[in-house]
């Protein structure tokens, strides 16, 4: 059982990997398509970079070893902005299939985060 929760760790945090890390360069790099798929939420363009920016670096937090409570960090910022950004469609009457996306992902921060091994985890001193 381990070895199947140890692969469904890499195969759900690489496939969250890769979306959060791509669309967080995007949005560093102030891609036009992202920039325009900001425009109906009514955010500044400096906010998209600032989470672009986070974003890769909540990616980098995970993937490296080590650094077990910037892991928890990260997470928890992974899943907060992909939860905001739902939200933010939703209170902006933006509601699409630009929410699916956010969904999914927020449901794969979840599920990387709670398949990840013991040595990623923090474990609770009794």
């Avoid at 409570?69 to 992909?82: P, T």
Wanted: proline share 5%; net charge positive.
């Amino acid at each position: 059982m381990e070895k199947r929760k140890l692969t469904w760790y890499w195969i759900i945090t690489a496939i969250l990997s890769f979306c959060i890390f791509s669309g967080g360069l995007a949005q560093a790099m102030q891609v036009k398509g992202v920039v325009q798929g900001f425009k109906p939420l009514g955010y500044p363009n400096y906010f998209i970079s600032i989470i672009g920016v986070w974003k890769v670096l909540g990616i980098i937090a995970i993937l490296i070893p080590k650094f077990k409570l910037l892991k928890e960090w990260a997470y928890a910022g992974i899943f907060f902005v992909m939860t905001g950004a739902v939200i933010s469609h939703i209170a902006s009457n933006d509601v699409s299939v630009q929410i699916i996306a956010p969904v999914l992902l927020a449901v794969f921060t979840v599920l990387s985060w709670y398949l990840r091994p013991a040595d990623r985890k923090i474990i609770p001193v009794n």
